[in-house]
């Protein structure tokens, strides 16, 4: 069987270059402690949201995670763990797990960019459809997490759209 060479492109601009003229221009709190490594802040509608993206040479990949500023108590990961199965199925792009080392929901998605390289459009549709889906789906975890909501109750909650004009 023949071996893959997953690293063949060298890019001109450092992908998380990219990313951090995006932060820039969004006016966004971020920090870059490292080459490959990045964090960010964004204050969305329910809370805020903390931002992390790696950049990984060998596969030419980023990894890119949106965690939520709620923590989930022990006696809620079942629950949790049945949102996230409903919550997942609604999506397209990405999805939603639990850091387990903070006990906190995140978004996470992965763009490869084997010879490509990204544009600032990517990125800006990275992060609206990241923020998109955790403005969304943020109440639902409230509903389970502090409401005493089962993960159907949480889901039917979340999903209802808004019929008319105010």
Same mark, same amino acid.
């Given at each position: 069987?023949?071996?893959?060479?997953?690293?063949?492109?060298?890019?001109?601009?450092?992908?998380?270059?990219?990313?951090?003229?995006?932060? !820039?221009?969004?006016? @966004?709190?971020?920090?870059?402690?490292?080459?490959?490594?990045? &964090?960010?802040?964004? %204050? +969305?509608?329910?809370?805020?949201?903390?931002?992390?993206?790696?950049?990984?040479?060998?596969?030419?990949?980023?990894?890119?995670?949106?965690?939520?500023?709620?923590?989930?108590?022990?006696?809620?990961?079942?629950?949790?763990?049945?949102?996230?199965?409903?919550?997942?199925?609604?999506?397209?792009?990405? !999805?939603?797990?639990? @850091?387990?080392?903070?006990?906190?929901?995140?978004?996470?998605? &992965?763009?490869?960019? %084997? +010879?490509?390289?990204?544009?600032?459009?990517?990125?800006?549709?990275?992060?609206?459809?990241?923020?998109?889906?955790?403005?969304?789906?943020?109440?639902?975890?409230?509903?389970?997490?502090?409401?005493?909501?089962?993960?159907?109750?949480?889901?039917?909650?979340?999903?209802?759209?808004?019929?008319?004009?105010?």
């Amino acid at each position: 069987m023949a071996q893959l060479d997953l690293h063949t492109e060298n890019y001109r601009t450092h992908p998380l270059d990219i990313v951090e003229q995006v932060m !820039h221009r969004q006016g @966004w709190h971020f920090r870059r402690d490292r080459d490959d490594e990045m &964090a960010a802040e964004y %204050r +969305g509608k329910w809370c805020d949201y903390g931002m992390h993206f790696a950049w990984s040479t060998e596969i030419d990949a980023i990894h890119f995670t949106c965690a939520f500023d709620m923590r989930i108590p022990s006696n809620k990961k079942t629950s949790v763990h049945d949102l996230l199965a409903m919550v997942n199925d609604h999506l397209w792009l990405g !999805h939603f797990g639990i @850091w387990q080392s903070e006990g906190m929901p995140m978004y996470r998605h &992965a763009v490869l960019l %084997r +010879g490509n390289g990204i544009t600032i459009e990517q990125i800006e549709d990275l992060l609206d459809v990241a923020v998109f889906e955790c403005e969304r789906f943020y109440p639902a975890f409230q509903y389970v997490i502090w409401g005493g909501k089962n993960a159907n109750e949480a889901i039917a909650a979340s999903m209802i759209d808004p019929v008319g004009e105010a």
